[in-house]
Structure formats: structure tokens, C-alpha cells
């Protein structure tokens, strides 16, 4: 059983878990809410984050500065086609989204929204410890000495208890920004 392998397939899924959540309005602006819409510029479909500048200008407004100004079009549509409830304005060679306020009702949606992404993620922490488990176990089978099979369910489930944790911090963080007005 390979544990650096472990300890990357865990990281992978606490990564999941964040780009994830990045997707969820906190009714903020961030980049996050708009780089991966799909814009039809040059014949085919990108991903907006490849074809523009995108920043926040302040708490409810995200800029976006094209690197090609003939696709000022193709951005403003892109992101009304997307529905997600923002209305881009084109405004010289840029284009403003205004992040409009959550409603106390959508802050909750969000809320459980989170948390079952959340639980998805534990999920998927769950089948990569039951994965490596089973390695460990078919190892046995074929030799592997017992005490060296001990050390590593104790180092899986060390590193399993961690990635709980930080998941953990990761939803109240974010439930707490999702919250927050």
C-alpha cells in the first residue's frame, strides 16, 4: 500500500470539496462565481477564466477585462445564459456583474445546499479509507506482517480524523460567510 498515494487522494478530495464550495454565492463578489461559465468565443466553448481578467472591484461587484475586446458580447451573454441570477453590463472594453443581495430564505437554501456537498465529501473520504483498507488487507493475505498492517490503519485513520477536521472547518467557515449579511 502506497500512503503517499493515500495521503494525496484525501487532499484531492478536501480540494473537491473547496471548488466545490467556491460555486456557492455568499453574496459576495469573488472571480469564483463566474470564471468557469462557458463562453462561445473562436468557434468554440471556453471556460471563462481562459479568456478574461476576472476580479472583484468590491464587495458586490466583479470585473471582468476580456484579453480580446470582440468578445465583450459573447461574455455578457454567456454569463445571462448561465442563470445565475446576476446581470452583466458592458461598460467600454469591461464587463461589471453586480452581485444583487441574498434574501434570508436563499441564504438558507444555500445553507443546505453546502452541507450536502459537505456530506459528499465525508463520502468520498470514507471510500478512499475503505479503499486503501481493503489494500491493506488483500497485503495481509499475501504476507504483509501484522503489526506493519496495524501501523498503517492507524496512519490512515490519523489522516482520515484530520481530513474530517479540516472539512469540519471548512463548513463552518463557509455557513458562517453563507450567514453573514
Not at 124 to 129: G, I, K, L
Request: proline share 3%.
Amino acid at each position: 500500500m502506497d500512503f503517499k498515494q493515500f495521503q494525496i487522494d484525501i487532499a484531492k478530495c478536501i480540494a473537491h470539496i473547496k471548488e466545490d464550495l467556491s460555486q456557492i454565492r455568499t453574496g459576495r463578489a469573488t472571480p469564483e462565481l463566474v470564471e468557469d461559465v462557458m463562453v462561445n468565443a473562436y468557434e468554440t466553448s471556453s471556460p471563462l477564466k481562459n479568456l478574461a481578467s476576472i476580479n472583484a472591484l468590491d464587495a458586490k461587484t466583479v470585473i471582468i477585462q476580456p484579453w480580446d475586446k470582440s468578445i465583450l458580447d459573447n461574455i455578457s451573454k454567456a454569463i445571462n445564459s448561465a442563470n445565475l441570477g446576476f446581470s452583466p453590463i458592458t461598460e467600454g472594453d469591461r464587463v461589471l456583474v453586480k452581485i444583487p443581495d441574498l434574501t434570508e430564505e436563499r441564504r438558507r437554501e444555500y445553507v443546505k445546499v453546502m452541507k450536502e456537498r459537505i456530506e459528499d465529501g465525508r463520502v468520498a473520504v470514507r471510500q478512499v479509507r475503505q479503499k486503501y483498507m481493503k489494500e491493506i488487507d488483500e497485503a495481509q493475505k499475501e504476507g504483509f506482517s501484522e503489526d506493519e498492517a496495524d501501523r498503517l490503519r492507524e496512519e490512515i485513520e490519523k489522516e482520515v480524523k484530520s481530513a474530517n477536521t479540516t472539512i469540519e472547518d471548512i463548513r463552518e467557515e463557509k455557513e458562517k460567510d453563507l450567514l453573514t449579511i
